[in-house]
């Protein structure tokens, strides 16, 4: 799916040209009342839901289940762009909202943005789109040196606000919660419509979560013959293949990758499961027939977006779509986001700590229990209550000190310099990020436990989104229903009490699908992990690996020292922490490497000291 929005004015067909669907020749085009266009772009039929009233129109595109005569009747009541907010809410699913209001477009996706909304000055007009890259091409736009720099830090780049930022000069993007307005005068702004629920809400039986989990499930069924998903053996995955189980009219089909080594829990999980799913077809890959990590692509081209998460795993995502095209699905769903959503960790006990204390002490022994704390270690990581601008200071700061990953009270995890970032390019993340600090950015919730949430979903929903151009190679997306918006509010409005408990995995899951997935299976303790196969995959393209690090963009540039990043490919790992910030500077420079032959250049930053 590709489209942009255009404004109700006379500019907005002029900053349109055909170059901008290169590989479109006759897109789609819905008009605005005025017959001027406003969605141009591709899209499947089964993909969009279109309405009109008057003046008004109003198009969700991506999955749903809402019916278009129950859409109609409530654009009938809408007189604004403001009350459009509450179907961002109603809705289950993961689409766009566009609208047309007597000459006032609204742009909105997703909280998670698997569904993105882009935007850019052009041709004196704002124009909107899905891809970012749909815009940088109409406009010209270069690459932002700084930015790329920012993209080096691990694990998941730079915090918020500087989270929402786009590597290509021009190209925006809105806030977590924000949707775009753009008016007949062609100017956009964007508006926040979103404010997180309070945790306030008992779990009870878990209904209000297990309605939100089966209808994101639903949108994502409904209409198809076929439906593919992971079964991995985890918790996550497993329970969502029993929903999507129940689903009437479609077929379940599943894929399990077998782990290197052959050995660990979710293996046996996974064919336990597999037992009671006797409806679904169940394919099982092993490790010969899986493309390695850090394996190149064998067919997709790298999208120009900016630099792809979790690119170690590109050539499995690959092959994993052309498997799930092979057997008649377009819809894959994968477990991401399950972990953070469900599984509590040290903020969940921070935030409760500070709401219920009795409740909160039983939990808090087993975590320093389990995690070998110390007294002082336990009453400075509970004690901590800085403000989220005074945590972001602290952590530029300490961006470059050697700190383990959930060590500590944080808004968010911890974001780390890679070790061989040049010193001109590590003093402009820091200066970037100061300039961002003096804007006194607010956290995306008053609680860090909240903020943490829905800033790692926006992280999984970027995952999602980037997954899926890899598969539209062979027409197949990839979708998380732990992601949606319905789901995650869900979730965040469960009282902090009934999101922990002792020996259970993830209470609220597990309370949630009680009934629905077997009982051995939601009362499992732990997980694997996927070292093993990142070491095999190292281990097998070192050599590649090597040669691509001999001769990079980004050291050109003067972001990265050669010379160190060779060392760490070299030497022995005792575990994968190690490896963890080569990850952001093998996509950053697989990225730029995916521009040379449009001819895209860049400079090296700006070398200001902070």
């Known amino acids: 799916m590709e489209f942009v929005v255009l404004p109700d004015h006379s500019a907005g067909v002029a900053a349109l040209a055909p170059a901008q669907f290169p590989g479109l020749p006759r897109p789609k085009v819905i008009e605005h009342h005025s017959g001027r266009p406003w969605l141009v772009g591709d899209w499947p039929d089964d993909e969009i839901v279109f309405v009109s009233v008057g003046p008004r129109r109003l198009a969700l595109l991506g999955c749903t289940t809402v019916r278009p005569d129950v859409l109609e009747a409530r654009l009938g009541r809408v007189r604004s762009l403001a009350d459009l907010d509450e179907l961002g809410r109603l809705y289950s699913g993961s689409f766009h909202l566009v609208a047309s209001l007597d000459g006032d477009v609204r742009v909105q996706g997703t909280l998670s943005t698997a569904c993105q909304v882009f935007y850019a000055r052009v041709a004196g007009v704002t124009l909107a789109a899905s891809r970012a890259e749909t815009l940088a091409l109409r406009i010209g736009a270069s690459v932002d040196t700084e930015r790329v720099a920012l993209e080096l830090l691990s694990p998941f780049g730079p915090p918020e606000p500087l989270s929402e930022g786009s590597v290509w000069r021009g190209v925006r993007s809105p806030r977590i919660g924000h949707c775009l307005e753009i008016g007949s005068d062609g100017a956009g702004r964007t508006r926040r419509w979103w404010t997180p629920p309070e945790p306030e809400r008992p779990l009870g039986d878990g209904g209000f979560v297990r309605e939100a989990l089966f209808d994101a499930v639903a949108a994502r069924t409904a209409g198809q013959k076929v439906v593919s998903a992971d079964l991995s053996g985890g918790l996550d995955s497993t329970s969502l293949c029993f929903v999507a189980d129940r689903s009437v009219g479609t077929d379940l089909a599943t894929l399990h990758y077998e782990a290197h080594g052959g050995r660990g829990e979710d293996l046996a999980y996974a064919r336990r499961a597999a037992a009671v799913l006797p409806r679904a077809r169940h394919v099982v ?7 390695d990590w850090y394996a190149p692509f064998g067919h997709t081209p790298h999208d120009r977006e900016g630099p792809l998460m979790f690119v170690r795993s590109r050539a499995t995502v690959e092959h994993q779509a052309g498997l799930v095209a092979s057997l008649g699905a377009r819809r894959h769903l994968q477990g991401v986001g399950g972990d953070e959503l469900f599984l509590p960790g040290t903020m969940a006990l921070h935030g409760l700590l500070r709401r219920d204390p009795a409740a909160a002490l039983p939990h808090l022994r087993a975590m320093r229990s389990k995690r070998r704390w110390s007294i002082a270690t336990t009453v400075r990581t509970m004690g901590a209550a800085p403000s989220y601008r005074r945590w972001l200071a602290d952590e530029t700061d ?18 780390k310099l890679p070790p061989w970032i040049t010193p001109d390019a590590a003093s402009s993340v820091r200066r970037l990020l100061r300039e961002a600090i003096a804007t006194g950015p607010e956290p995306l919730a008053a609680l860090p436990v909240q903020h943490e949430m829905i800033w790692i979903n926006r992280v999984n929903g970027t995952v999602m989104r980037r997954n899926s151009s890899i598969g539209g190679y062979v027409g197949v997306t990839f979708h998380a229903p732990y992601t949606d918006n319905r789901v995650l509010e869900a979730v965040l409005s469960v009282r902090l009490a009934d999101r922990v408990a002792a020996n259970r995995l993830k209470p609220v899951l597990a309370r949630a699908l009680d009934g629905v997935v077997p009982t051995e299976i939601l009362h499992r303790t732990g997980k694997d992990d996927a070292s093993p196969t990142l070491y095999a995959g190292l281990r097998r393209r070192r050599g590649e690996l090597l040669d691509f690090a001999a001769d990079t963009h980004l050291a050109r540039m003067g972001l990265i020292d050669g010379a160190a990043l060779r060392r760490l490919l070299v030497t022995t790992h005792a575990d994968t922490r190690p490896l963890m910030p080569f ?6 420079e697989l990225w730029l490497r995916a521009l040379q032959p449009a001819g895209t250049t860049a400079t090296a930053p700006s070398s200001r000291t902070t």
Do not use: F, H, K, Q
Request: charged share 20%.
């Open 398 to 415: 300490e961006l470059a000190a050697d700190r383990a990953w959930g060590s500590g009270a944080y808004w968010e995890v911890s974001a």
């Open 583 to 588: 990850d952001p500077t093998l996509a950053c």
């Open 285 to 291: 890959v092993p490790p010969a027939d899986t493309p």
